[in-house]
């Protein structure tokens, strides 16, 4: 048996795919925080809201005044560069991990999967052997120079892939998936598009879609794992992350998730492709390293936490389509639409004043959007609300009236309970939180 993962993770292999992957992964990195700042992502987010939704806990995660979340972007993009190039690249991929992780963390309003993904494999990325060719590093230092890497870091790279493919599509068994409506109403919000609006909204589309979606998640990594089929699995992930990017406009992830296939080549091929004038390594020998240990526990702690995070939703009460709990970090990806109705009534002990919030003065409009469907940004408001009035010396209640919420479409119906004090209340992070209705409640 040790043997077999000897074999399976310790066997020294070319090392091509991880140098084309380091210099796509630099590339898109940069693209993606240099196209925040252009595309106005970064002003729209970070810098006009006078109030930011963190992740609960990090709330001392805040942008910083000013102009300076476009310095911060700006330097992002640039270590981006500096990964590519395979400069300073430890330096380069740590820095980047980390300040990618502090943007990730200090927002969720424009909450995407792919910036989740970008903070896991960033983190992998600090610690392999990425700059040992093709690199300004291994140009500036001969003995850094190799042409090979063990094969645990493909693998390391296929498994994370299978675990976000497998939830994804594991997610979509459920019946607005089947029943397509929430493909429609996705594609519904694409019908002004040019040429392939109309298209879009046909009931064959849906259809295709409904039924791709669920197998393209299951199969891909398999059938780019197997050689008779890598080839075909390969033009299909081209054509259906292309097709992902046109119609949902998602950023790079499309073309990162392309940029991994290069992982289920042989390397020989990737070598040739890319890389014409670098020696092939083919020995392919088993050698066990000094830190095989460490390898081998820090992946297994690593690979536990991936596959159980995800499932986390199913040992909390109530549906996780309904509250919310448990569905970030768990690749439920295009899976609900919601919307909600809510109105925040501040009871001010102090003053004995009691009035409706106007959350346009605190809030930008898709905050505003936002605030009324998700728990948790309901309770983080109306703990800004309490610090807020706290500043000036006055005790407050906040209470969610007339908290309702729509999912896929649906009737709207009541979602946080009117008579619990929001301002006091706490949050649980790890479990069912009382002041959410039911999702079969009947107030």
Sequence with gaps: MMNAINRLLFTKID???????????????????????????VKRTLIDPQFTFSFIGFEWLQPLPGWG?????????TLGI????????????????L?????????????????????LISSLMCFFP??????????????LRKNEMYSYIKWVIVLQLFIVYTYASVAKLYGDWFDLGIIKLLMASKADYYVIGDMLQQEWVHQIVGIFGILFDLLI????????????????????????????????????SLAFTVFFFEPKTIQKIFFKSKKTYSKQYTTVPSFKNTVLFLGSIYFVIQVCLPLRHHIIKDDVLWTEEGHRLSWRMMLRSRAGKIKFQV?????????????????????????????????????????????????????????????????????????????HAEWNYFWHNEWI???NSQE
């Excluded at 909450?111 to 993904?117: G, I, R, S, T």
């Design 99 to 119: 300040l990618w992780t502090g943007v990730y963390l200090m927002q969720k309003t424009s909450y995407n999967n792919h910036y989740y993904l970008l903070v």
């Design 15 to 41: 090392n091509s795919p991880l140098l084309i992957f380091r210099i796509f992964f630099g590339i898109l990195v940069a693209l993606e925080c240099y196209g925040a700042i252009a595309t106005g992502w």
């Design 130 to 143: 990425a700059n040992t060719n093709y690199a300004i590093d291994a140009n500036n230092n001969e003995a």
């Design 82 to 97: 500096g990964i590519a190039l395979g400069y300073k690249y430890r330096f380069s991929i740590i820095s980047f991990t």
């Design 221 to 256: 990594v398999p059938a780019l794992l197997w050689k008779p089929t890598r080839k075909i699995a390969f033009f299909i992930s081209i054509f259906f992350h292309l097709f992902n990017s046109i119609v949902f406009q998602i950023g790079i992830f499309p073309y990162l």
């Design 347 to 423: 009871v001010n002990h102090t003053s004995k004043d009691k009035h409706i919030v106007n959350i346009d003065e605190y809030l930008t409009a898709k905050q505003g959007r936002r605030i009324a469907a998700y728990p948790d940004f309901i309770w983080q408001f109306a703990q800004h609300l309490k610090r807020e009035y706290a500043e000036k010396g006055e005790d407050i209640s906040v209470y969610a009236k007339n908290s309702k919420v729509s999912i896929n479409g649906k009737p709207f119906r009541a979602f946080i309970n009117p008579k619990v004090d929001l301002a």
């Design 69 to 77: 979340m476009y310095a911060y972007f700006c330097v992002m993009g």
């Design 437 to 439: 209705y039911p999702s």
